[in-house]
């Protein structure tokens, strides 16, 4: 059974004020509710608060992002210690805008995974192909790449330790969501990737749905058999839409 996971992605949104806002008007609505992992993923900014106000509560909170190196001369970065000591469990890793404007590479992703291991934080790795792939019918090819390259030196022992989503380029961020058919697929392809690293523990790592995910599409995805939750930006951003995203059933 693969625990759904519901985590939204606060991108550059929100300062630690707004934080205390939002969080402490979405802990009595999600109260109680543990047949769904909670996860929310602020600037860094925001963290230490995050963490601070939902202790002992069914919301986790993640980092977008963290360096690879422990410490050292890295002007502006992050490392995974230094997360997982302000209370974060959850890091994206390879998100596409990260991708696209920073100039992300399978690479890094691969480096960026060893090192949330490193630190014990779960990271949640981001793979989908651009509306060119698509449209050039690549998408397997785009996403194969994505997953051997990014999980390279991951083996079967590791299948507890990650969580991936798939986004396609095109929905994030553009009010445009994979139909649930076009996602099951993708999601279906990914599954059978992950099984030729993982084995049969592929069956046991929860794969979500990102792009434009809303209050009134989110059930629909849910349904698909190898849809295990949702990485939502936009949406994600008021305490009462995520409330009904998190609700979906
Ligand atoms: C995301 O940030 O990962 C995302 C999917 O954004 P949105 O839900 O706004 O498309």
Not at 27 to 55: Q, R, W
Not at 65 to 84: I, Q, R
Request: hydrophobic share 40%; net charge negative.
């Amino acid at each position: 059974m693969r625990k759904p996971i519901m985590a939204g992605n606060w991108k550059l949104n929100k300062t630690p004020n707004e934080t205390i806002v939002f969080v402490e008007e979405i802990k009595p609505l999600l109260a109680g509710l543990n047949d769904v992992e909670i996860v929310i993923c602020p600037p860094f900014t925001s963290i230490n608060v995050a963490t601070y106000l939902t202790k002992n509560t069914n919301i986790k909170i993640g980092a977008q992002n963290l360096f690879w190196e422990k410490s050292g001369a890295f002007t502006g970065e992050v490392s995974g210690d230094m997360l997982k000591e302000l209370g974060c469990e959850y890091v994206i890793v390879g998100h596409s805008e990260r991708r696209q404007y920073f100039g992300e590479t399978d690479q890094t992703v691969n480096k960026k995974v060893f090192a949330a291991f490193a630190a014990s934080l779960t990271p949640i790795v981001c793979v989908g192909e651009t509306l060119q792939e698509r449209e050039a019918d690549k998408v397997e090819q785009a996403l194969s790449a994505q997953i051997r390259e990014g999980l390279q030196g991951l083996n079967a022992k590791d299948h507890g330790k990650i969580v991936i989503a798939y986004e396609p380029v095109w929905a994030i961020g553009t009010g445009r969501t994979a139909t649930p058919a076009q996602a099951s697929e993708a999601h279906g392809l990914i599954r059978g990737l992950l099984g030729e690293i993982f084995g049969e523990a592929a069956q046991s790592i929860r794969i979500q749905y990102g792009g434009s995910v809303k209050p009134d599409n989110v059930k629909e995805l849910m349904a698909q058999s190898d849809i295990d939750g949702a990485l939502i930006g936009g949406a994600a951003l008021k305490a009462d839409s995520f409330e009904k995203l998190v609700k979906y059933k």
